[in-house]
């Protein structure tokens, strides 16, 4: 009884001084596993939004996300580092950006978000283009960074405790330079995934490369190639367990035979489709490359909104039976509540266009229980 007591005691003084001890054990002490059953996606063995319809269409085995691809954020380029301060401190601070994004999680998935997209290499902190900053969790040699997989473990493991999916994006087309060659490109690939394993995590969907199509440094990334990543990741396995994969297309662009026949769901964007209609038509055309076989479709990027129209591209997703995911940057004179992916970031549902999408959301899947 006494032994008991003495560490009841140590647990309540270990939970004071450290807080983050308990997080960091999360995976073993609930496990989030993501699975697939022909085009549709579980959870914990369980249709996503399971006998949920909107309008007379299921949305059961849908996977709703949003590009949230900074949350691990950081500049090593003293040149641009200045340029992602927060208005109120006039300092950037990685680690503010990765908790606030960890308490922002609670009022995405009571809102129905049942999955975010977060990058190693994140996005372009400007909403589109490149201006020479340097955030990769990956080196040139392939090794993980320790400061960054701090902070995503943080943020998989809230997710892995929640029940929401992770869409892991290993490279982008902005930072993929900084590794030496081919070689070190496929280090970072496995050394991710061993990291991943090391973590018991199974909520974790593999991205290889956020638009492979669009301009990559290294060949093994672009369209021709990349379904050799797709194969070498798949290829990784243990306990009998692996790591569902797959790779992005930029917007508009039709997934190649290549890939699909090696993926294991689909990804596409809606960025610069401006006709709702066009949305259904991308699934349909998915759906008509040579080696497809019944298989989730997403978009995982999609920067058009309306969504107090009665079509819009995320309705015409949902209504062509794909999930669809929200990618939200900052516009030009706009302040810091607007743009997920443009840094520093405001993770709260705080912007009009935020609070629009994640009403709809909401409509459509009916919200979740915190």
């Known amino acids: 009884m006494q032994s008991k007591i003495f560490f009841l005691v140590l647990l309540f003084i270990a ?10 054990k999360s995976p073993k002490a609930k496990q989030t596993i993501v699975s697939i059953k022909g085009d549709k996606f579980l959870i914990n063995g369980q249709y996503t939004y399971k006998g949920r319809s909107w309008q007379g269409h299921s949305i059961e085995g849908l996977l709703m996300n949003s590009r949230m ?27 503010r950006n990765t908790n606030e994004f960890i308490i922002a999680m609670d009022e995405w998935y009571a809102k129905g978000l049942l999955a975010f997209t977060i990058n190693l290499q994140g996005g372009s902190p400007v909403g589109y283009g490149n201006n020479g900053w340097n955030n990769t969790a990956i080196d040139p040699k392939g090794e993980l960074k320790a400061d960054y997989m701090n902070r995503l473990e943080k943020i998989l493991n809230r997710a892995n405790e929640k029940g929401m999916v992770v869409i892991l994006g290993i490279y982008y087309f902005g930072q993929d330079q900084v590794l030496e060659n081919e070689a070190a490109v496929i280090k970072g690939l496995d050394n991710t995934i061993n990291w991943l394993f090391s973590k018991n995590y199974r909520n974790i969907l593999i991205e290889i490369n956020n638009e492979a199509n669009v301009k990559y440094d290294h060949d093994i990334l672009k369209p021709e190639r990349v379904h050799e990543l797709i194969q070498h990741g798949k290829s990784t396995e243990k306990e009998g ?6 790779t992005s297309y930029g917007g ?6 290549n890939v699909v026949q090696t993926s294991d769901f689909l990804l596409i964007h809606g960025n610069g489709v401006k006709d709702p209609a066009r949305i259904a038509e991308m699934v349909r055309q998915t759906k008509d490359v040579k080696g497809y076989r019944p298989m989730p479709i997403l978009f995982n990027e999609d920067d058009h909104f309306n969504f107090d129209q009665p079509s819009n591209n995320f309705v015409e997703a949902v209504k062509a039976f794909a999930s669809w995911g929200y990618f939200d940057y900052r516009m030009k004179d706009e302040g810091f509540d607007d743009g997920y992916q443009s840094v520093p970031v405001n993770w709260g549902i705080s912007s009009p266009r ?3 999408f994640f009403n709809k959301l ?4 009916g919200g979740l229980k915190k």
Do not use: C, H, M
Not at 362 to 365: C, M
């Open 241 to 246: 367990y692996r790591f569902l994969t797959g």
């Open 362 to 365: 909401e409509e459509i899947t």
């Open 69 to 95: 691809v900074q949350g691990i954020f950081d500049d090593s380029n003293p040149a641009t580092a200045g340029q992602w301060v927060y208005p109120d401190t006039k300092k950037w601070d990685p680690d």
């Open 252 to 257: 508009g662009t039709i997934p190649r035979e």
């Open 354 to 356: 935020k609070k629009a």
């Open 15 to 24: 939970n004071i001084f450290y807080p983050d001890a308990s997080s960091a």
